[in-house]
Structure formats: C-alpha cells, structure tokens
C-alpha cells in the first residue's frame, strides 16, 4: 500500500537556525497538509496546500513558516527561524480529495524536532 | 470554529473486553466525524469515518463508532479488545464548510492480557 514518507525522523536544531522538514506525499493526491503535536498535547493544523498554493493555514502558520511542492513528489515545511516552542512532532499528510468527503488524510510517520 | 473533546487520557480494559473510548465535538453544522489511530514510531492511521447515514459506522480491525446527534458524541467501540489494540486514539471533526480537519488530544488506550 502507498505510504507517506516523511525525512528526517529526528531533527535536532539549535534555536534560531532554519529547518527544513521534507514529506513525499501518495502519487496520486492532490492535497497535502501539515499537522504537528506539540508532546502531550493535540494534533492541530498547520496548513493544506492545493495546486501549487496554500489553500488554508492556522494561527500557527506565521511568517516564519512556509511550505513549497519544489518538484512535484516532495512537499517541504520550512521554519526560517526555529524557537523553543517549536519542538514537537510534525506529522505531513495527503488526500486524494479534500479530507471531509470519501478520502481521508493518510498521515506519515513524522518528524521530531528537538531545539535546543 | 470546530472542537473535539475526547475526556479521557488513558482507557485500560483486560483483552476480551468491551471497550471504549469517548469522544465530544462541536461544529456549526453537521459534522464529519472521523477516528484515527496511532501506533508508537507510527503516523496516524485512518480508521472509520462517518459522513451521513446510518449512526452506526465500522471501521478497520472490528472497531465501529456511533454517531449521536442529541449527544453530540462518537464514541469508538469494539466487543472483544486485542492487546494489539493498545495504541493512541484520535478523534477528528470536520465542518463541512471546508474547515480543516481538527483533532482531539488523543486517549490512549491500554489492553492487559
């Protein structure tokens, strides 16, 4: 079965540095998100993105966050200048369709980034 | 704006038993309600969903849930827990309007053998 891949499993970063967190999505979907969990905490929304665009985005998703489809397999979550509160598990997930009709998010394994 | 309330951060319960884990939501309009489920160094898995139709939904690995309106609830069940059902669980809603999906803070759940 297509998986969502996700790389790094494991970032480590020191604060202020520039992240880059890369997700090959399913072949044949066309949306794509960010999730991330904050440890203990809820799954919350980052942002989805569609043709080439950002179609929603969250509070979260500040300027200091950006995402780009740079070759149409990969879909990367920049952070130019991680913080502390940065750290958590973000999860990439992509859809055939939008998530709420007869195509649920298939989700990757994550990635845990650590500032320090 | 949508919320999902899932009350209860750990659920035990002995293999071969029920089991059961709650969730609450609160949307605008009818929800689109969905449970994922997430094992350790793993992304969340989709397990049932329920859009429209009969209250009652099933899903993967025998789970099923049911939708309540009055109760605005979709608790996730299973008659005969497996110790390999011992993972996170994550509830999710939707507003039909094109909100994003937003998920609870996950229960996880513990079977004993």
């Known amino acids: 079965e297509p998986e969502v891949t996700q790389t790094p499993s494991h970032q480590v970063t020191q604060m202020g540095q520039e992240v880059i967190l890369r997700c090959v999505p399913i072949s044949n979907h066309l949306y794509f998100y960010w999730y991330r969990q904050i440890l203990g905490q809820k799954v919350e929304f980052l942002v989805s993105?569609?043709?080439?665009?950002?179609?929603?985005k969250s509070e979260i998703f500040d300027d200091q966050f950006s995402v780009e489809r740079p070759d149409g397999s990969n879909f990367t979550l920049k952070i130019r200048s991680t913080k502390l509160e940065d750290s958590a598990m973000y999860f990439c997930?992509?859809?055939?369709?939008?998530?709420?009709?007869?195509?649920?998010?298939?989700f990757g394994n994550g990635t845990r980034l650590t500032v320090t | 704006a949508q919320s999902v309330a899932q009350p209860e951060d750990q659920v035990n319960v002995a293999e071969g038993n029920p089991l059961t884990v709650k969730c609450t939501y609160s949307v605008s309009g009818n929800p689109y309600l969905f449970w994922y489920v997430q094992y350790p160094n793993r992304g969340l898995q989709f397990l049932l969903k329920?859009?429209?139709?009969?209250?009652l939904v099933k899903g993967s690995y025998g789970f099923e849930a049911e939708f309540n309106k009055s109760q605005t609830s979709f608790h996730l069940k299973k008659p005969s827990a497996l110790v390999s059902d011992s993972a996170l669980y994550f509830c999710?809603?939707?507003?039909?309007?094109?909100?994003?999906?937003?998920f609870g803070k996950g229960t996880r759940l513990s079977v004993i053998a």
């Open positions: 329920y859009i429209t139709g009969d209250n």
């Open positions: 993105f569609y043709n080439n665009e950002i179609s929603e």
């Open positions: 997930a992509s859809s055939v369709g939008l998530s709420s009709y007869n195509s649920p998010l298939h």
């Open positions: 999710a809603v939707r507003d039909p309007s094109n909100t994003p999906l937003v």
